[in-house]
């Protein structure tokens, strides 16, 4: 969040407890997006951002 940078991921296992829980609740997901906001371990321990 500090420097400005954004990073995607792909995570099975996410992915799969996202379908579960949609089934679960009778929904079919046509399309989804997850945002996680937080900063590095540079960012954090010094003020520089550790994945430029």
């Known amino acids: 969040m500090e ?3 954004v990073f ?3 995570d099975n296992a996410i992915e799969e407890r996202q379908r579960r ?3 679960k ?3 079919v997901i046509d399309d989804h ?4 906001y937080g900063v590095c371990s540079g960012m954090r ?3 520089r951002c550790s994945k430029k």
Do not use: M, P
């Open 3 to 5: 420097c400005g940078q």
């Open 8 to 10: 995607e991921f792909y």
């Open 21 to 23: 829980i949609a089934d």
């Open 25 to 27: 609740a009778g929904f």
């Open 33 to 36: 997006s997850l945002y996680l």
């Open 45 to 47: 321990n010094s003020g």
